[in-house]
């Protein structure tokens, strides 16, 4: 079985200052993990993935997310937030389930507001 | 090509009308999704379809109906929906034996009235 855990629903920042999303996970194999954003009436935008390469890991828009296996997190941070940063952003555990198809399990979500 | 395109992008339909979501991808994977998001929630799985056959029904009720005629295709039949079903309907693609990431597509708005 797999969980996410989204520790904050909600975070408030100012523009120009540090972003950090909480992030943890319990998963049976070693997990697949992502981060995707969803701005309002849209999909949902892959930001970054973790598939047991490099431990942090670069995505757009100047997110990263580092994977800690022994604290079971994957946090996402930005440097500096812009006004366009203002989104929801779901933490995303995944691993091969039955018909080998893939299942995602997502986290509650976090709502990001970026404060001029 | 990386889209995952869903039309309509709106959709008004009434409680007896028949209608239908379509999803379209050309990045040759083998697995598709539809997911249920209502406002401020995480989307909820409710179908995969794994190498056009189906793999996962999460329970969902008869008046939804998937279909996968070929590998880049997936509809959602609705029929007899009730308001409670309105939502946004994302559809997913992915590869089946990596663990890749999933594409979503922009998603349909479906009210019900």
């Known amino acids: 079985a797999q969980s996410v855990t989204q520790l904050d629903s909600h975070v408030s920042v100012s523009e120009g200052t540090p972003v950090l999303l909480r992030c943890n996970y319990s998963s049976s194999y070693s997990p697949s993990l992502f981060w995707y954003v969803q701005h309002p009436n849209k999909g949902l935008q892959l930001l970054l993935k973790y598939t047991s390469a490099a431990t942090l890991v670069k995505g757009i828009n100047g997110f990263e997310a580092e994977f800690k296996k022994s604290e079971t997190s994957f946090h996402l941070t930005k440097p500096s937030a812009h006004m366009s940063d203002a989104a929801e952003y779901f933490c995303?555990?995944?691993?091969?389930?039955?018909?080998?198809?893939?299942?995602?399990?997502f986290g509650s979500g976090t709502q990001l507001t970026v404060l001029p | 090509d990386t889209e995952v395109t869903q039309t309509p992008k709106h959709l008004v339909m009434g409680m007896t009308n028949k209608k239908s979501l379509k999803c379209e991808q050309h990045?040759?994977?083998?697995?598709m999704y539809w997911y249920k998001q209502k406002a401020k929630k995480p989307p909820e799985l409710m179908f995969v379809?794994?190498?056009?056959?189906?793999?996962i029904n999460e329970s969902v009720p008869s008046r939804f109906s998937p279909e996968c005629p070929n590998s880049s295709l997936l509809n959602l039949h609705l029929h007899a929906l009730q308001p409670e079903d309105s939502a946004l309907y994302l559809c997913?693609?992915?590869?089946?034996?990596?663990?890749?990431?999933?594409?979503f597509g922009q998603g349909t708005r479906l009210t019900v009235v």
């Open positions: 379809y794994s190498y056009e056959k189906l793999s």
């Open positions: 997913a693609s992915s590869q089946v034996v990596d663990r890749l990431e999933a594409f």
């Open positions: 995303v555990v995944s691993q091969i389930s039955s018909g080998s198809a893939r299942q995602l399990t």
């Open positions: 990045m040759g994977h083998r697995a």
